[in-house]
């Protein structure tokens, strides 16, 4: 079999479009270039190269990043999410007399609306990364008696946050 071409991938619409579907889906380069039927380094040069290829890839992963993004900031802000249960019915029918005939329970599935609440975690995350110069960890200078220090978070305006979290509960609960 012959190697392909930097043509194949360069020039075609379809393949330019599955390079950033795989990059979209979380592969690396090295297993891009495995799908392609090259090395990783050769990978590397036709994206130096060849301009469609490296858009490709970097519009898959730059894609797939501010999905990953979104997601997180929605788990600092708490979302609604509409969900199906499994519900059991029970349905009875009567005669024009008023007797029961016949009595059966279904399984129906029902729509609810629930709230997800803010993840500390990854509000602690975000503003970590997000703000550094504002949000950090330290490690105390004083171990404790088993020997370890404590990683506190020691945010500049740590009241904000508590007023954040308190102004979400407030919202959830009425």
């Avoid at 802000?77 to 005669?95: L, M, P, R, S």
């Avoid at 740590?158 to 007023?163: G, Q």
Wanted: aromatic content about 8%.
């Amino acid at each position: 079999m012959a190697r392909p071409k930097w043509t194949e991938w360069e020039n075609r619409k379809d393949n330019l479009n599955v390079l950033s579907a795989w990059a979209r889906a979380g592969l690396t380069d090295e297993q891009i270039a495995k799908h392609i039927g090259v090395s990783r380094s050769t990978l590397s040069e036709w994206k130096k190269k060849y301009p469609n290829i490296a858009e490709a890839l970097n519009t898959g992963k730059e894609f797939s990043n501010r999905l990953v993004e979104h997601s997180l900031y929605k788990m600092t802000q708490g979302f609604h999410v509409t969900v199906k249960k499994a519900i059991k019915v029970k349905k009875i029918e009567y005669d024009p007399s008023g007797k029961k005939i016949s009595e059966k329970e279904e399984i129906e599935l029902a729509e609810e609306t629930e709230y997800i609440k803010p993840d500390i975690k990854a509000i602690i995350f975000y503003a970590k990364n997000k703000m550094p110069e504002i949000w950090q960890e330290r490690v105390t200078a004083e171990p404790e008696e088993n020997g370890s220090g404590i990683i506190v978070l020691t945010p500049a305006k740590a009241t904000e946050l508590k007023e954040m979290i308190k102004d979400e509960e407030e919202k959830e609960n009425g």
